[in-house]
Protein backbone atom coordinates (compact mmCIF):
# COMPACT_ATOMS: atom_id res chain seq x y z
CA UNK A 1 0.00 0.00 0.00
CA UNK A 2 1.61 3.37 -1.20
CA UNK A 3 2.04 5.81 1.94
CA UNK A 4 0.45 9.50 1.99
CA UNK A 5 3.53 11.20 1.79
CA UNK A 6 4.13 8.90 -1.66
CA UNK A 7 1.37 10.10 -2.69
CA UNK A 8 1.29 13.71 -2.06
CA UNK A 9 4.46 13.83 -3.58
CA UNK A 10 3.34 11.90 -7.10
CA UNK A 11 0.38 14.30 -7.39
CA UNK A 12 3.03 17.75 -6.98
CA UNK A 13 4.77 15.63 -9.30
CA UNK A 14 1.58 15.28 -11.44
CA UNK A 15 0.73 19.07 -11.16
CA UNK A 16 4.51 20.46 -12.29
CA UNK A 17 3.94 18.38 -15.00
CA UNK A 18 0.64 20.02 -16.00
CA UNK A 19 1.72 23.29 -15.00
CA UNK A 20 4.75 23.16 -17.92
CA UNK A 21 2.46 21.32 -20.81
CA UNK A 22 0.08 24.53 -20.49
CA UNK A 23 2.85 27.07 -20.57
CA UNK A 24 4.30 24.77 -23.83
CA UNK A 25 2.18 24.74 -26.86
CA UNK A 26 3.55 21.54 -27.52
CA UNK A 27 6.09 19.45 -25.62
CA UNK A 28 7.83 15.50 -25.83
CA UNK A 29 7.90 13.51 -22.58
CA UNK A 30 11.87 13.85 -23.11
CA UNK A 31 11.43 17.72 -23.02
CA UNK A 32 9.39 17.02 -19.79
CA UNK A 33 11.37 14.76 -17.84
CA UNK A 34 14.11 18.03 -18.37
CA UNK A 35 12.07 20.74 -17.54
CA UNK A 36 10.55 19.22 -14.32
CA UNK A 37 14.24 18.03 -13.32
CA UNK A 38 12.45 14.16 -12.81
CA UNK A 39 13.82 10.82 -14.56
CA UNK A 40 12.12 10.04 -17.61
CA UNK A 41 10.01 7.01 -15.93
CA UNK A 42 8.61 9.12 -13.17
CA UNK A 43 7.21 11.44 -16.24
CA UNK A 44 6.07 8.78 -18.58
CA UNK A 45 4.24 6.98 -15.72
CA UNK A 46 2.41 10.53 -14.33
CA UNK A 47 1.99 11.41 -18.14
CA UNK A 48 -0.08 7.79 -18.69
CA UNK A 49 -2.33 8.94 -15.75
CA UNK A 50 -2.99 12.38 -16.92
CA UNK A 51 -3.87 11.01 -20.70
CA UNK A 52 -6.32 8.22 -19.32
CA UNK A 53 -8.08 10.85 -17.06
CA UNK A 54 -8.07 13.64 -20.07
CA UNK A 55 -5.83 16.41 -18.40
CA UNK A 56 -3.34 15.96 -21.39
CA UNK A 57 -3.83 15.02 -24.91
CA UNK A 58 -1.45 13.66 -27.18
CA UNK A 59 -1.06 15.74 -30.55
CA UNK A 60 0.83 12.94 -32.63
CA UNK A 61 4.48 13.30 -34.20
CA UNK A 62 6.27 16.57 -32.50
CA UNK A 63 8.31 18.66 -35.02
CA UNK A 64 12.52 18.36 -34.07
CA UNK A 65 15.29 20.24 -35.03
CA UNK A 66 16.64 16.70 -34.72
CA UNK A 67 16.37 15.11 -38.43
CA UNK A 68 17.78 11.44 -36.99
CA UNK A 69 15.29 8.67 -35.62
CA UNK A 70 11.58 9.00 -34.41
CA UNK A 71 10.12 12.08 -33.84
CA UNK A 72 8.76 12.12 -29.91
CA UNK A 73 5.21 12.67 -29.85
CA UNK A 74 3.46 15.91 -28.69
CA UNK A 75 1.97 16.55 -25.57
CA UNK A 76 -0.63 19.34 -25.19
CA UNK A 77 -3.27 20.53 -22.03
CA UNK A 78 -6.82 19.74 -22.56
CA UNK A 79 -8.71 22.67 -21.45
CA UNK A 80 -12.12 21.17 -21.46
CA UNK A 81 -10.74 18.18 -19.07
CA UNK A 82 -12.79 20.26 -16.47
CA UNK A 83 -14.93 23.61 -16.61
CA UNK A 84 -15.78 26.61 -14.09
CA UNK A 85 -19.21 27.88 -13.49
CA UNK A 86 -19.59 31.16 -12.68
CA UNK A 87 -22.88 32.91 -11.04
CA UNK A 88 -24.10 36.42 -10.74
CA UNK A 89 -26.98 36.94 -8.50
CA UNK A 90 -29.30 39.87 -7.46
CA UNK A 91 -32.77 40.72 -6.47
CA UNK A 92 -34.58 38.69 -9.46
CA UNK A 93 -32.35 37.45 -11.71
CA UNK A 94 -29.29 34.72 -11.98
CA UNK A 95 -26.75 34.81 -14.91
CA UNK A 96 -24.94 31.99 -15.27
CA UNK A 97 -22.27 31.34 -17.20
CA UNK A 98 -19.69 28.22 -18.08
CA UNK A 99 -15.66 28.37 -19.17
CA UNK A 100 -13.19 26.01 -19.87
CA UNK A 101 -10.06 25.66 -18.01
CA UNK A 102 -8.47 28.52 -20.01
CA UNK A 103 -11.17 31.18 -19.67
CA UNK A 104 -12.87 30.56 -22.91
CA UNK A 105 -16.54 31.37 -22.44
CA UNK A 106 -18.56 27.94 -23.21
CA UNK A 107 -22.39 28.54 -22.83
CA UNK A 108 -24.35 31.64 -20.93
CA UNK A 109 -28.11 31.32 -19.15
CA UNK A 110 -30.22 33.37 -16.97
CA UNK A 111 -33.45 32.72 -15.19
CA UNK A 112 -35.38 34.14 -12.47
CA UNK A 113 -34.48 33.47 -8.78
CA UNK A 114 -35.63 35.20 -4.95
CA UNK A 115 -32.88 36.80 -3.35
CA UNK A 116 -35.23 36.47 -0.19
CA UNK A 117 -36.19 32.99 -0.59
CA UNK A 118 -34.20 31.51 1.70
CA UNK A 119 -30.87 29.65 1.43
CA UNK A 120 -32.18 26.03 0.85
CA UNK A 121 -34.65 27.74 -2.31
CA UNK A 122 -31.31 29.47 -3.34
CA UNK A 123 -29.38 26.56 -3.44
CA UNK A 124 -31.51 24.84 -5.35
CA UNK A 125 -31.78 27.30 -7.42
CA UNK A 126 -28.20 26.95 -8.03
CA UNK A 127 -28.32 23.09 -8.70
CA UNK A 128 -30.61 23.47 -11.36
CA UNK A 129 -29.23 26.68 -12.81
CA UNK A 130 -25.69 24.20 -13.13
CA UNK A 131 -27.89 21.22 -14.59
CA UNK A 132 -29.21 23.66 -17.18
CA UNK A 133 -26.55 25.76 -18.68
CA UNK A 134 -24.18 21.70 -18.07
CA UNK A 135 -27.29 20.05 -20.64
CA UNK A 136 -27.54 23.04 -23.04
CA UNK A 137 -23.14 23.05 -23.09
CA UNK A 138 -23.73 19.17 -23.59
CA UNK A 139 -21.58 18.53 -20.32
CA UNK A 140 -22.02 16.43 -17.39
CA UNK A 141 -22.27 18.18 -14.30
CA UNK A 142 -19.66 15.76 -13.03
CA UNK A 143 -16.89 18.10 -15.04
CA UNK A 144 -17.78 21.62 -13.67
CA UNK A 145 -14.86 21.42 -10.90
CA UNK A 146 -15.76 25.27 -9.23
CA UNK A 147 -18.42 27.10 -9.00
CA UNK A 148 -17.79 31.68 -8.34
CA UNK A 149 -20.48 33.52 -7.10
CA UNK A 150 -21.31 37.07 -7.65
CA UNK A 151 -23.44 38.69 -4.96
CA UNK A 152 -24.60 41.78 -4.49
CA UNK A 153 -22.74 43.31 -1.22
CA UNK A 154 -19.33 43.37 -0.64
CA UNK A 155 -17.89 40.48 1.69
CA UNK A 156 -15.53 41.14 4.36
CA UNK A 157 -12.10 38.71 4.35
CA UNK A 158 -11.10 37.67 8.01
CA UNK A 159 -8.58 35.78 8.84
CA UNK A 160 -10.84 32.95 8.34
CA UNK A 161 -11.57 31.07 4.89
CA UNK A 162 -15.44 32.24 5.25
CA UNK A 163 -16.67 35.02 3.56
CA UNK A 164 -18.50 37.48 6.23
CA UNK A 165 -21.35 40.24 5.09
CA UNK A 166 -20.77 43.88 5.24
CA UNK A 167 -23.98 45.05 5.46
CA UNK A 168 -27.74 45.44 4.15
CA UNK A 169 -26.93 45.01 0.56
CA UNK A 170 -27.89 41.17 0.40
CA UNK A 171 -30.83 41.39 2.16
CA UNK A 172 -31.60 38.61 3.96
CA UNK A 173 -28.27 36.83 2.89
CA UNK A 174 -25.76 36.52 4.82
CA UNK A 175 -22.48 34.90 2.33
CA UNK A 176 -21.23 32.74 5.19
CA UNK A 177 -24.22 30.47 5.41
CA UNK A 178 -24.91 30.63 1.28
CA UNK A 179 -21.45 29.43 1.35
CA UNK A 180 -21.44 27.18 3.59
CA UNK A 181 -25.13 25.03 1.98
CA UNK A 182 -23.37 25.02 -1.16
CA UNK A 183 -20.52 23.86 -0.07
CA UNK A 184 -22.29 21.12 1.18
CA UNK A 185 -24.08 20.52 -1.45
CA UNK A 186 -22.16 20.87 -4.30
CA UNK A 187 -19.00 19.51 -2.44
CA UNK A 188 -16.90 21.23 -5.30
CA UNK A 189 -14.85 24.40 -4.69
CA UNK A 190 -16.73 27.50 -4.28
CA UNK A 191 -15.49 31.44 -4.03
CA UNK A 192 -17.48 34.74 -2.91
CA UNK A 193 -17.34 37.96 -3.83
CA UNK A 194 -19.11 41.15 -4.91
CA UNK A 195 -20.53 42.11 -7.63
CA UNK A 196 -17.88 45.15 -8.32
CA UNK A 197 -14.92 42.61 -7.70
CA UNK A 198 -15.61 39.83 -9.88
CA UNK A 199 -16.44 42.43 -12.30
CA UNK A 200 -13.18 44.10 -12.46
CA UNK A 201 -11.47 40.52 -12.41
CA UNK A 202 -13.52 40.52 -16.33
CA UNK A 203 -13.21 43.77 -17.37
CA UNK A 204 -9.01 43.90 -16.46
CA UNK A 205 -8.76 40.29 -17.85
CA UNK A 206 -11.08 40.07 -20.98
CA UNK A 207 -12.31 43.67 -21.98
CA UNK A 208 -11.35 47.36 -22.57
CA UNK A 209 -7.88 48.04 -22.59
CA UNK A 210 -6.06 44.86 -21.55
CA UNK A 211 -2.67 45.78 -21.29
CA UNK A 212 -3.45 48.76 -18.98
CA UNK A 213 -1.50 48.56 -15.50
CA UNK A 214 -4.63 50.32 -13.31
CA UNK A 215 -8.12 49.68 -13.83
CA UNK A 216 -10.72 50.98 -11.94
CA UNK A 217 -14.08 49.27 -12.00
CA UNK A 218 -17.40 51.75 -11.26
CA UNK A 219 -20.35 49.51 -10.96
CA UNK A 220 -23.79 51.23 -10.50
CA UNK A 221 -26.09 48.81 -9.30
CA UNK A 222 -28.31 48.64 -6.16
CA UNK A 223 -24.93 50.99 -4.42
CA UNK A 224 -22.70 52.48 -6.08
CA UNK A 225 -19.52 50.09 -5.79
CA UNK A 226 -15.62 50.52 -7.03
CA UNK A 227 -12.72 47.76 -7.31
CA UNK A 228 -9.18 48.54 -8.42
CA UNK A 229 -6.98 46.38 -10.20
CA UNK A 230 -3.20 47.11 -10.23
CA UNK A 231 -0.65 44.81 -12.38
CA UNK A 232 -3.82 42.00 -12.53
CA UNK A 233 -4.35 42.14 -9.14
CA UNK A 234 -7.18 42.83 -7.35
CA UNK A 235 -6.68 45.49 -4.17
CA UNK A 236 -9.59 44.51 -2.08
CA UNK A 237 -8.36 46.30 0.93
CA UNK A 238 -6.85 45.44 4.26
CA UNK A 239 -10.76 42.96 5.30
CA UNK A 240 -12.08 43.06 1.69
CA UNK A 241 -14.02 46.31 2.04
CA UNK A 242 -12.27 48.77 -0.13
CA UNK A 243 -14.02 50.37 -3.26
CA UNK A 244 -17.44 52.23 -0.93
CA UNK A 245 -17.57 54.96 -3.78
CA UNK A 246 -21.02 55.38 -2.88
CA UNK A 247 -20.38 56.52 0.53
CA UNK A 248 -18.73 59.39 -0.75
CA UNK A 249 -20.12 62.47 0.10
CA UNK A 250 -21.11 64.65 -3.20
CA UNK A 251 -21.35 68.46 -3.07
CA UNK A 252 -25.16 70.14 -2.45
CA UNK A 253 -26.26 67.01 -1.35
CA UNK A 254 -28.44 66.76 1.98
CA UNK A 255 -30.03 63.24 2.10
CA UNK A 256 -29.49 60.93 4.72
CA UNK A 257 -28.07 57.54 4.16
CA UNK A 258 -28.41 54.30 6.22
CA UNK A 259 -24.76 54.50 6.95
CA UNK A 260 -25.49 57.58 9.45
CA UNK A 261 -24.09 59.87 7.48
CA UNK A 262 -25.33 62.55 4.91
CA UNK A 263 -25.08 63.46 1.49
CA UNK A 264 -23.59 59.90 0.61
CA UNK A 265 -23.67 59.03 -3.37
CA UNK A 266 -26.08 56.43 -2.83
CA UNK A 267 -28.91 58.81 -1.93
CA UNK A 268 -29.26 59.76 -5.17
CA UNK A 269 -27.34 57.34 -8.07
CA UNK A 270 -28.78 54.01 -7.00
CA UNK A 271 -31.87 52.51 -8.80
CA UNK A 272 -34.15 52.42 -5.38
CA UNK A 273 -33.03 56.37 -4.67
CA UNK A 274 -33.39 57.56 -8.26
CA UNK A 275 -36.92 55.59 -7.44
CA UNK A 276 -37.93 57.92 -4.67
CA UNK A 277 -36.71 60.98 -6.36
CA UNK A 278 -38.37 60.83 -9.16
CA UNK A 279 -41.60 59.70 -6.97
CA UNK A 280 -41.44 62.50 -4.81
CA UNK A 281 -40.79 65.05 -7.29
CA UNK A 282 -44.24 63.80 -9.23
CA UNK A 283 -42.77 61.33 -11.66
CA UNK A 284 -45.34 58.17 -11.64
CA UNK A 285 -42.81 55.69 -11.87
CA UNK A 286 -42.50 52.14 -10.41
CA UNK A 287 -39.10 51.06 -11.95
CA UNK A 288 -35.78 52.38 -13.15
CA UNK A 289 -36.90 51.60 -16.75
CA UNK A 290 -39.78 54.10 -16.63
CA UNK A 291 -36.75 56.54 -15.14
CA UNK A 292 -35.28 56.39 -18.43
CA UNK A 293 -38.31 56.68 -20.44
CA UNK A 294 -39.91 59.15 -18.78
CA UNK A 295 -36.63 60.98 -19.13
CA UNK A 296 -36.49 60.35 -22.73
CA UNK A 297 -39.71 61.56 -23.52
CA UNK A 298 -38.26 65.30 -21.56
CA UNK A 299 -40.08 64.46 -17.99
CA UNK A 300 -38.60 67.36 -16.61
CA UNK A 301 -38.49 65.35 -12.99
CA UNK A 302 -36.77 62.70 -13.91
CA UNK A 303 -34.35 64.07 -16.76
CA UNK A 304 -33.21 66.66 -13.97
CA UNK A 305 -32.79 63.39 -10.93
CA UNK A 306 -31.07 61.69 -13.67
CA UNK A 307 -28.67 64.40 -13.84
CA UNK A 308 -28.06 65.10 -10.17
CA UNK A 309 -27.16 61.33 -10.10
CA UNK A 310 -24.33 61.88 -13.15
CA UNK A 311 -23.01 64.61 -11.62
CA UNK A 312 -22.63 62.92 -7.99
CA UNK A 313 -20.90 59.92 -9.38
CA UNK A 314 -18.64 62.03 -11.43
CA UNK A 315 -17.97 63.55 -8.54
CA UNK A 316 -17.04 60.37 -6.83
CA UNK A 317 -15.08 59.34 -9.88
CA UNK A 318 -13.26 62.33 -10.52
CA UNK A 319 -11.90 62.06 -6.53
CA UNK A 320 -10.63 58.65 -7.45
CA UNK A 321 -8.99 59.74 -10.72
CA UNK A 322 -7.19 62.33 -8.38
CA UNK A 323 -6.21 60.09 -5.75
CA UNK A 324 -5.14 57.06 -7.93
CA UNK A 325 -4.70 57.96 -11.40
CA UNK A 326 -5.83 54.65 -13.22
CA UNK A 327 -4.54 54.48 -16.92
CA UNK A 328 -8.46 53.21 -16.97
CA UNK A 329 -11.84 53.39 -15.47
CA UNK A 330 -14.99 51.11 -16.50
CA UNK A 331 -18.27 51.88 -15.96
CA UNK A 332 -21.38 49.25 -15.32
CA UNK A 333 -24.60 48.53 -14.37
CA UNK A 334 -27.95 49.06 -15.11
CA UNK A 335 -27.81 52.96 -14.88
CA UNK A 336 -24.91 52.74 -18.41
CA UNK A 337 -28.63 51.89 -19.90
CA UNK A 338 -29.88 55.17 -19.89
CA UNK A 339 -27.12 56.42 -21.95
CA UNK A 340 -26.24 59.80 -22.92
CA UNK A 341 -29.09 61.30 -20.70
CA UNK A 342 -26.76 59.71 -17.85
CA UNK A 343 -23.44 59.52 -19.92
CA UNK A 344 -22.99 63.40 -20.78
CA UNK A 345 -23.72 64.85 -17.43
CA UNK A 346 -21.18 62.30 -15.49
CA UNK A 347 -18.39 62.95 -18.14
CA UNK A 348 -19.01 66.46 -18.03
CA UNK A 349 -18.53 66.28 -13.65
CA UNK A 350 -15.90 64.13 -14.61
CA UNK A 351 -13.72 66.59 -16.51
CA UNK A 352 -14.71 69.35 -14.16
CA UNK A 353 -13.48 68.07 -11.00
CA UNK A 354 -10.51 65.48 -11.74
CA UNK A 355 -7.45 67.26 -12.33
CA UNK A 356 -6.15 67.60 -16.06
CA UNK A 357 -3.51 65.54 -16.71
CA UNK A 358 -4.86 62.59 -14.20
CA UNK A 359 -8.37 62.88 -16.74
CA UNK A 360 -6.29 62.98 -19.98
CA UNK A 361 -3.97 60.03 -18.92
CA UNK A 362 -6.98 58.09 -17.85
CA UNK A 363 -9.37 56.25 -20.73
CA UNK A 364 -12.88 56.41 -19.41
CA UNK A 365 -15.56 54.09 -20.73
CA UNK A 366 -18.32 51.91 -20.16
CA UNK A 367 -18.14 48.10 -20.09
CA UNK A 368 -18.18 46.01 -23.45
CA UNK A 369 -19.35 42.81 -21.49
CA UNK A 370 -22.15 44.18 -20.05
CA UNK A 371 -24.10 41.48 -17.98
CA UNK A 372 -21.12 39.06 -18.91
CA UNK A 373 -19.01 40.64 -16.54
CA UNK A 374 -20.10 39.76 -13.25
CA UNK A 375 -20.92 35.70 -14.06
CA UNK A 376 -17.54 35.68 -16.10
CA UNK A 377 -15.29 37.14 -13.36
CA UNK A 378 -16.80 34.82 -10.94
CA UNK A 379 -15.86 31.76 -13.35
CA UNK A 380 -12.57 33.44 -13.83
CA UNK A 381 -12.41 33.71 -10.11
CA UNK A 382 -12.88 30.20 -9.36
CA UNK A 383 -10.59 28.94 -12.04
CA UNK A 384 -7.35 30.96 -10.02
CA UNK A 385 -7.91 29.02 -7.35
CA UNK A 386 -5.41 26.09 -6.18
CA UNK A 387 -4.51 23.99 -8.92
CA UNK A 388 -4.84 20.73 -7.22
CA UNK A 389 -8.57 21.84 -6.21
CA UNK A 390 -9.28 22.32 -10.05
CA UNK A 391 -7.31 19.15 -11.34
CA UNK A 392 -7.73 16.38 -8.24
CA UNK A 393 -10.30 18.02 -6.16
CA UNK A 394 -12.75 17.88 -8.44
CA UNK A 395 -14.71 16.96 -10.52
CA UNK A 396 -16.98 15.49 -8.12
CA UNK A 397 -15.85 12.92 -5.82
CA UNK A 398 -19.09 11.11 -6.21
CA UNK A 399 -19.16 8.61 -9.05
CA UNK A 400 -21.03 9.89 -12.10
CA UNK A 401 -24.33 7.16 -10.23
CA UNK A 402 -24.30 8.51 -6.98
CA UNK A 403 -24.15 11.94 -8.07
CA UNK A 404 -27.57 11.22 -10.47
CA UNK A 405 -29.13 9.39 -7.23
CA UNK A 406 -28.11 12.15 -4.96
CA UNK A 407 -28.78 15.51 -7.13
CA UNK A 408 -30.32 14.41 -10.40
CA UNK A 409 -27.80 15.74 -12.00
CA UNK A 410 -25.71 14.24 -14.97
Not at 21 to 47: F, H, K, M, Q, Y
Not at 339 to 354: G, N
Amino acid sequence: MRSQSFLEMRRRNALAIVSIVRGEREISRAELAREANLSPATVSNIVDELLEAGVLIETGSKSSTSQRGRRPIGLIFNPTFAFAAGMSLDSTRLKVVICDLDGNLIAESASDCNLHAGYDQLASSVMESLKEIAKKASIPVRKICALGLALPSGIERPSSAKPHPVSKATGAVQPVELWARLQKKLKRAIVLDSHVNMSAIAESSTGGERHSDVVMVVRLGHVVHSALVVHGQLLAGSSGLAGELGHLPSPGNRRNCECGNVGCINTIATPGALLKVCQERGARVKELDDVISEAERGNRACRDTLTEAASSVGFGIAAAINILAPQQIIISGPLVEAKEIFLVPLYSAIRQHALKTSYQNCIVSTSELRHLAEPLGAALKALSMEPRLLLFGTPSEMSPEEEEERYGLG
